[in-house]
């Protein structure tokens, strides 16, 4: 009987449940409205199965519990009940896929207006291709993937030249009108989902796959990777911006072609020198940074990254949370870098510094940060020196107080939370897998050892 009263309370808990909980889908932003259709149908279908199955079995317990003396009857056979049971069966799966085929068939058949963009997936982002004014893309090979050339473009091909190269997880497209995401990977599997859009798709090594779309909704929505793929998955996000078509145009024309990209001139280290001075008063003359004023070692980091930080000061996409002291100090001498060129300028001379190992200030056990570390090795390298492909700059050799900070600037969302900053955020989330400063201490101690 106890039996019987849990099926019953199992039933109603879970209608209850679905009534009254707050977790429902996002609002649609897509013209999908379809994919909620069938997924309605078939939760009606299997709940109702759900209802039915569950509270006849409570039933049979009640009715024919047992009774001393009564004995069951035997009925291998029964055509009639058979013959119900197989029509409501097929009935209710024939529900449940068929709404499925039609969306199928809809998804497959791209709207001929739609404009494509590449969706390219890897270890641990999202970057994004558009084909430019001739509206053709150019073509690309895995082999030729280098970190000058991450979406293996053939330098060749005139149809690539005009290719538009988003280098940011985060893709714009015009509001209202079809889109096609052209979808790549160059190593595992991931998946291109955004849960407003409704529709989603794998990403798979080898072959090129699609989805599309037409966005009803202006704003940002986010990109998920929904396919397990290596221990930062999590972090994989990116965002589309929709937006009204004139905002769209205006962002596109801004963007970086790879004709552009490539015949891009390095910065000029004389010229970088002199704009070089403001900074030496806090990062010396060499470079090496000076704790006393907070100023972390610049000789010997990556231009890339140096490059993105500096943008990112200058956008308010660092340096702008109440709680980042000295990045709130950097932001501004950031903004006296008047554009991309001076910024190239000053890494230029960086690059000439003498990269000088710096004192060590941080002490813990080794053994338990290279423990630690083995994590951070996926990005950042097994020697410390950074991997531009997965956007992880060197740490080994760095001022060792600085990384501390940034640790637990990290973990305390004082950096990497605005939106714009998503390797950042993707930093914020890898952070948290150290819990105290003793095992921030153990890591740096163990990087100081690189
Ligand atoms: Cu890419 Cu999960």
């Known amino acids: 009987m106890a039996f019987a009263v849990v099926l019953i309370l199992l039933v109603v808990g879970s209608i209850l449940f679905h009534l ?13 409205s379809m994919v909620d259709v069938t997924v309605d149908i078939t939760l009606y279908v299997t709940g109702l199965v ?16 047992y009774k001393k003396g009564a004995r069951a009857t ?17 009935v209710g799966v024939v529900a449940m896929l068929t ?4 969306v199928w068939a809809q998804f497959v058949d791209v709207p001929e207006e739609a404009h494509v963009v590449e969706a390219v997936g890897q270890q641990w982002h999202w970057t994004f291709r558009y084909p430019g004014a001739d509206g053709k893309f150019g073509e690309v090979d895995a082999e030729r993937i280098t970190s000058d050339n991450p979406f293996g473009m053939d330098p060749d091909d005139p149809n690539g030249q005009d290719d538009v190269l988003v280098y940011s997880p985060e893709a714009h497209i015009p ?15 991931h998946d291109f989902a955004v849960a407003e859009f409704r529709v989603k798709m794998d990403l798979v090594p080898g072959m090129d796959t699609f989805l599309w779309l037409t966005p009803t909704v202006a704003g940002r929505f986010e990109i998920l990777c929904e396919e397990l793929c290596g221990i930062a998955h ?13 905002d769209y145009d205006a962002w596109l024309a801004k963007q970086n072609t790879w004709a552009m990209n490539s015949t891009m001139v390095a910065g000029n280290a004389a010229v970088g020198g002199a704009q070089y001075a403001v900074c030496a008063a806090c990062h010396g003359q060499q470079g090496e940074g000076l704790q006393a004023l907070n100023a972390p070692k610049l000789a010997g980091q990556s231009a890339w990254y140096l490059k993105r930080q500096l943008q990112n000061y200058k956008s308010g996409a660092r340096g702008a949370h109440q709680d980042d002291l000295y990045g709130k100090q950097m932001a501004p001498m950031a903004a006296m870098l008047a554009n991309e060129a ?19 200030t941080v002490e813990g056990n080794v053994a338990n940060g290279a423990k630690e570390y083995a994590i951070c090795a996926y990005c950042h390298g097994k020697d410390g020196l950074g991997n531009q492909a997965l956007n992880a700059p060197r740490m080994a050799g760095m001022t060792d107080w600085y990384l501390k900070r940034q640790l637990e600037n990290f973990q ?31 890591l740096i101690a163990y990087l100081n050892t690189l």
Request: proline share 5%; glycine share 6%; hydrophobic share 45%.
């Open 175 to 189: 509001l209202g009108k079809p889109v096609k995401f052209l979808l790549r990977s160059k190593d595992v599997l």
């Open 342 to 360: 001076a910024i190239d300028n000053v890494i230029a001379h960086i690059q000439t510094l003498a990269d000088e190992a710096p004192a060590t």
């Open 99 to 102: 709404p499925g085929l039609f």
């Open 234 to 246: 999590h972090t994989m996000r990116g965002a589309v911006i929709v937006e009204e078509t004139a």
């Open 412 to 442: 305390q969302d004082i950096r990497g939370q605005h939106p714009t900053d998503f390797y950042g955020f993707q930093m914020g989330l890898m952070a948290r897998t150290l819990y105290g400063e003793q095992e921030i201490d153990d």
């Open 50 to 65: 759900f209802v039915a199955v569950n509270l006849f079995m409570a039933y049979c317990v009640i009715r024919f519990r």
């Open 74 to 90: 035997y009925e291998p056979e029964n055509k009639k009940l058979e013959g119900w049971l197989t029509l409501w069966t097929s």
């Open 20 to 32: 009254l909980s707050p977790w429902t889908f996002t609002p649609l932003a897509s013209n999908w």
